[in-house]
């Protein structure tokens, strides 16, 4: 009963240095998404996936790309790392868009991320 | 812009007590407010409220939603060291994506 798996779960970078962050479900949700976690700042959206194929941008994209490799599968892209993006990451699904009927998200365990 | 305001952002508490942590919101279309406990990892869900279902309660913890106040509160009685833990209040609008507040860190000393 796997749920969201997320890899890494640590890493740490050299500032322009670039990787990705791999997330997979395995509930057959339609949508994911991605969230940092900065101390005191509860999560934040970084990018979310309604459904295969479309993404869109959450409230702090810059700096990141994604993919929604097929309905399992949705990573997250360091192009190029600032330490301004050292956080801790979490990859979430929920049935539909915004809402699941039961119970909202199911969270992966994290990835946390230094840039130095 | 959709908001989801928490307080107190942090709380410390002797176990025993009774806590009421707040949450208040300002979202368009509002579908319902979902309280989760993180510990040191994932956060899990503990409660979904709607206009349906206004009031939940498992074990010690309850929950109210107030929808002419635009707010929820969570109440936990009899707190224990187990409880400390980061409670993080988000709201669904319409069918975008959760809002969520920057939580409340509570905790309980024996």
């Known amino acids: 009963n796997a749920g969201v798996t997320q890899t890494p779960k640590f890493q740490v970078l050299k500032t322009g240095q670039s990787m990705t962050l791999q997330c997979a479900q395995d509930m057959n949700h339609n949508s994911m998404y991605w969230y940092r976690q900065d101390p005191g700042m509860g999560l934040r959206l970084i990018y979310y996936s309604a459904s295969e194929g479309t993404t869109d941008k959450g409230e702090v994209p810059n700096g990141y790309n994604v993919s929604r490799l097929n309905k399992r599968e949705f990573s997250l892209r360091l192009e190029s790392a600032a330490p301004s993006q050292t956080s801790v990451y979490f990859c979430?699904?929920?049935?539909?868009?915004?809402?699941?009927?039961?119970?909202?998200?199911?969270f992966g365990s994290g990835t946390r991320l230094t840039v130095v | 812009e959709d908001k989801v305001v928490q307080s107190p952002l942090s709380l410390v508490v002797h176990e025993g007590d009774t806590v009421t942590l707040n949450c208040s919101y300002e979202v368009t279309n509002f579908r319902s407010l979902l309280w989760y406990k993180q510990e040191k990892k994932a956060p899990t869900f503990l409660f979904m409220l709607?206009?349906?279902?206004i009031e939940k309660k498992s074990g010690r913890l309850s929950s109210i939603l107030d929808k002419k106040e635009l707010s929820s509160i969570l109440n936990i009685t009899a707190t224990q060291t187990g409880d400390s833990a980061i409670y993080l209040c988000a709201v669904a609008p319409g069918n975008t994506p959760l809002v969520f507040g920057k939580g409340t860190r509570l905790s309980v000393i024996a």
């Open positions: 709607t206009s349906s279902g």
């Open positions: 979430a699904s929920s049935g539909t868009a915004g809402l699941s009927e039961n119970y909202g998200y199911t």
